[in-house]
């Protein structure tokens, strides 16, 4: 009887676990998804990620500080004034950024890696280099959580 009592138990235990996956959020989507029904959350990822640095790099040739820094996730905001117009500073006064694209974007270890490639120049000096940005979803937004210099080599570019 031991045996029935525990095998009915594991049967409706297992029964129950969808719903109890459901209402934590595991087994149904988000209210985002439900607003873009057919997109996966890696995709979305992806998009956010690439429109929050779109937006910083936007800020950084425009010089407009505020901009940039509503971008940050709100640990990243806390330095940002000081460092940002200092003299290695995204928003320095002595150099210009003239270009800035977006080289590649992928999952990393803490968030979505996007991969920049930024021209500055300073006087007659011009230099081209790489920053990585980290992107991560803060609440139910996404922001910039941190910069570093490098970057990811684009991948292949796969055609169905």
């Given at each position: 009887?031991a045996?029935?009592?525990s095998?009915s138990?594991?049967?409706?235990?297992?029964?129950?676990?969808p719903?109890?996956?459901?209402?934590?959020?595991l087994?149904?989507g988000?209210?985002?998804?439900?607003?873009q029904?057919?997109?996966?959350?890696?995709?979305?990822?992806a998009?956010?990620?690439?429109?929050r640095?779109?937006?910083?790099l936007?800020?950084m040739?425009?010089k407009?500080?505020?901009?940039?820094?509503?971008?940050?996730c709100?640990p990243?905001?806390?330095?940002?004034?000081s460092?940002?117009?200092g003299p290695?500073?995204?928003f320095?006064?002595h150099?210009?950024?003239?270009?800035?694209?977006?080289?590649?974007?992928?999952?990393?270890?803490?968030?979505?890696?996007?991969?920049?490639?930024?021209?500055?120049t300073?006087?007659a000096?011009?230099a081209t280099?790489?920053?990585?940005?980290?992107?991560t979803?803060?609440?139910a937004?996404w922001?910039?959580?941190?910069?570093?210099?490098?970057?990811?080599?684009?991948?292949?570019?796969v055609?169905p």
């Amino acid at each position: 009887m031991a045996v029935t009592h525990s095998r009915s138990a594991l049967v409706a235990a297992l029964a129950l676990l969808p719903f109890t996956l459901f209402g934590c959020g595991l087994g149904g989507g988000d209210e985002k998804a439900a607003e873009q029904p057919g997109r996966a959350p890696a995709e979305e990822a992806a998009t956010k990620a690439r429109e929050r640095v779109q937006a910083y790099l936007d800020a950084m040739i425009a010089k407009d500080t505020a901009a940039g820094r509503s971008q940050l996730c709100a640990p990243a905001q806390e330095g940002f004034d000081s460092a940002a117009t200092g003299p290695n500073g995204d928003f320095a006064d002595h150099f210009t950024v003239t270009e800035a694209a977006i080289t590649d974007v992928r999952p990393g270890a803490a968030g979505q890696e996007v991969s920049t490639s930024i021209t500055v120049t300073a006087g007659a000096r011009e230099a081209t280099r790489p920053l990585l940005f980290t992107v991560t979803r803060s609440g139910a937004d996404w922001c910039v959580a941190g910069e570093a210099p490098g970057g990811q080599t684009p991948g292949p570019t796969v055609t169905p």
